[in-house]
């Protein structure tokens, strides 16, 4: 069974930093590409950003460019989310999302994980 | 960016009618739209990718159509757990992006 466990959400002031962890199991991790989306309370869905299996390939929606980064350790079937300069805009649920090899799609979603910026 | 724009914004049904969803994105995606649902307090569920294919496990009542830039999903004969929110995404472009959203609330 396909498993993806986030961690990591919080409450930090404005201006902080973060890291959100996902965990996967239940498939080879090593070959799935991954999203990061996320939803502010009582909002719809925001792409966050995108990691090839790899990590050759890395994407980040504009809200998030050059404060976010996006990383993953294959070894420990992992994958990470660095916040920093952090705004009250970025309080969300955080999910952890894996793109199906035969498709391209999103097909598998954690329960995600609520990070909070507010002072 | 595409902007994926949904109708409409809440649909009022009773269990056993037809629920039709509408999603226009502003510039062709092809046929790279899918379809979310998303209960209360629940992580989003794919339920159509690439327009048209079903997701695993998902009810046949659950249909989609369309291309380039007008998509429908269908939902037959509404039970009563189909009542939730449902997103459309596009992954033909970068940034990926999503609808709005349409709530199918119980009339």
């Known amino acids: 069974e396909v498993q993806l466990v986030e961690s990591g959400g919080d409450l930090v002031q404005p201006g902080g930093s973060l890291r959100l962890s996902c965990v996967a199991s239940?498939?080879?991790?090593?070959?799935?590409?991954m999203n990061w989306v996320r939803q502010a309370p009582g909002k719809g869905l925001e792409w966050v950003s995108y990691?090839?299996?790899?990590?050759?390939?890395?994407f980040f929606g504009d809200s998030v460019k050059g404060r976010f980064i996006i990383s993953r350790d294959n070894a420990k079937n992992s994958l990470y989310l660095q916040m920093t300069s952090l705004r009250a805009e970025d309080t969300a649920v955080y999910y952890c999302?894996?793109?199906?090899?035969?498709?391209?799609?999103?097909?598998?979603w954690g329960q995600g994980t609520l990070v909070t910026v507010s002072s | 960016e595409i902007v994926l724009t949904q109708s409409p914004a809440t649909l009022s049904l009773s269990p056993g009618e037809r629920a039709t969803l509408s999603c226009r994105a502003s510039?062709?995606?092809?046929?790279?739209l899918a379809w979310f649902q998303q209960r209360p307090g629940q992580a989003p569920r794919l339920l159509i990718y690439d327009a048209s294919n079903r997701a695993t496990g998902v009810p046949a009542r659950f249909s989609g159509s369309g291309s380039g830039t007008d998509f429908t999903l269908t939902i037959d004969s509404l039970e009563p757990e189909d009542f939730a929110v449902y997103y459309c995404?596009?992954?033909?472009?970068?940034?990926?992006?999503f609808g709005g959203g349409t709530k199918v609330e119980i009339k």
């Open positions: 999302v894996r793109v199906s090899r035969a498709t391209g799609t999103m097909d598998y």
């Open positions: 510039q062709s995606v092809s046929s790279y």
């Open positions: 995404h596009q992954r033909s472009n970068w940034p990926l992006t």
């Open positions: 239940g498939f080879m991790f090593t070959d799935y590409s």
């Open positions: 990691i090839s299996s790899s990590s050759a390939n890395i």
